[in-house]
T-cell receptor, first 113, second 111 residues
Framework: KAGVTQTPRYLIKTRGQQVTLSCSPISGHRSVSWYQQTPGQGLQFLFEYFSETQRNKGNFPGRFSGRQFSNSRSEMNVSTLELGDSALYLC????????????FGQGTRLTVV | KNEVEQSPQNLTAQEGEFITINCSYSVGISALHWLQQHPGGGIVSLFMLSSGKKKHGRLIATINIQEKHSSLHITASHPRDSAVYICAVPFDMDSNYQLIWGAGTKLIIKP
């Protein structure tokens, strides 16, 4: 069974640009969660998608958005990039989200210059 | 007060030593996750447990729901065990589910 795949692995963008990150969950998993990891803030929850609907949302500004497709693949978009958006973005897939084991992708390391 | 606290924050040990990492939480949970993050970012789910004990190879995780405490043990530690170990607790408030993360324990095993 293929694991969670995130693309791209590394990305460099300039301030003001926008970026789209992709996450392909494990086959059969319907829940995809996104996390931001920075040295100062640790891991922070962005949002969770389940069956193409955003089910849960963390405390991030509206510049951060996402969506999920019918095949459960998810994309995360960040508009008007700021230097502080430089981070490792991780997605986790699970069969159902709550109370089920989560499997993580390798992450996308975004650098904003 | 953090809802999930891990100790120690940093741990350096010699190869072969028995390692214990602790996690205490204040939110009500139904399960707790232990995760491992290697340099470079990749996160691996080690355990999800809601009671008792689970064992996988040299790794053992225990949880005491009444005391709101979990421990991760590594027997016969090896340099390849060097990583950050994170415990995470599902928090469900008004159907707004998310994982609350501990700050992580950075483990270094010296040969």
């Amino acid at each position: 069974k293929a694991g969670v795949t995130q693309t791209p692995r590394y990305l460099i963008k300039t301030r003001g640009q926008q970026v789209t990150l992709s996450c392909s969950p494990i086959s059969g998993h319907r829940s995809v969660s996104w996390y931001q990891q920075t040295p100062g803030q640790g891991l922070q929850f962005l949002f969770e998608y389940f069956s193409e609907t955003q089910r849960n949302k963390g405390n991030f500004p509206g510049r951060f958005s996402g969506r999920q497709f019918s095949n459960s693949r998810s994309e995360m978009n960040v508009s008007t990039l700021e230097l502080g958006d430089s981070a490792l973005y991780l997605c986790a897939s699970s069969p159902d989200g709550a109370n089920t084991e989560a499997f993580f992708g390798q992450g996308t390391r975004l650098t904003v210059v | 007060k953090n809802e999930v606290e891990q100790s120690p924050q940093n741990l350096t040990a010699q190869e072969g030593e028995f390692i214990t990492i602790n996690c205490s939480y204040s939110v009500g949970i139904s399960a707790l996750h232990w995760l491992q993050q290697h340099p470079g970012g990749g996160i691996v789910s080690l355990f999800m447990l809601s009671s008792g004990k689970k064992k996988h190879g040299r790794l053992i995780a225990t949880i005491n729901i009444q005391e709101k405490h979990s421990s991760l043990h590594i027997t016969a530690s090896h340099p390849r065990d060097s990583a950050v170990y994170i415990c995470a607790v599902p928090f469900d408030m008004d159907s707004n589910y998310q994982l609350i993360w501990g700050a992580g324990t950075k483990l270094i095993i010296k040969p």
